[in-house]
């Protein structure tokens, strides 16, 4: 059974920084793209970053690009956001998912195990 938690959410102001972790158990951690949400209040869920286990790039919503950055420790079975010049617009409760594929996706339904989520509010 593949289990994902969250951690590291919290209030900052705007221009302040965050780190997310994501402690994820089971075999194919290593092999899967993971992914980091968000879910701002009123909104959908949308994708945030994303990292396959080896080779291309990161992926990231273009209103990240250049202050977020994604990272992954496969010996840890660990994932990572690291979060820079935060913006109100930030503010979300943040999701740790991992897919059952090795192509990173920006679409929600291709993850199929997810964290409990973890709150990021930046504060005007």
């Known amino acids: 059974q593949v289990q994902v938690v969250e951690s590291g959410g919290g209030l900052v102001q705007a221009g302040g920084s965050l780190r997310l972790s994501c402690a994820a158990s089971?075999?194919?951690?290593?092999?899967?793209?993971m992914a980091w949400f968000r879910r701002a209040p009123g909104k959908e869920r949308e994708f945030v970053a994303g990292l396959r286990w080896y080779g291309s790039p990161p992926k990231y919503t273009e209103s990240v690009k250049g202050r977020f950055t994604i990272s992954r420790d496969n010996a840890k079975n660990a994932l990572y956001l690291q979060m820079d010049y935060l913006k109100p617009e930030d503010t979300a409760v943040y999701y740790c998912a991992q897919s059952l594929q090795t192509e990173v996706s920006f679409e929600d339904r291709e993850y199929a195990y997810w964290g409990q989520g973890t709150q990021v509010t930046v504060s005007s």
């Open positions: 089971g075999p194919s951690f290593s092999r899967n793209a």
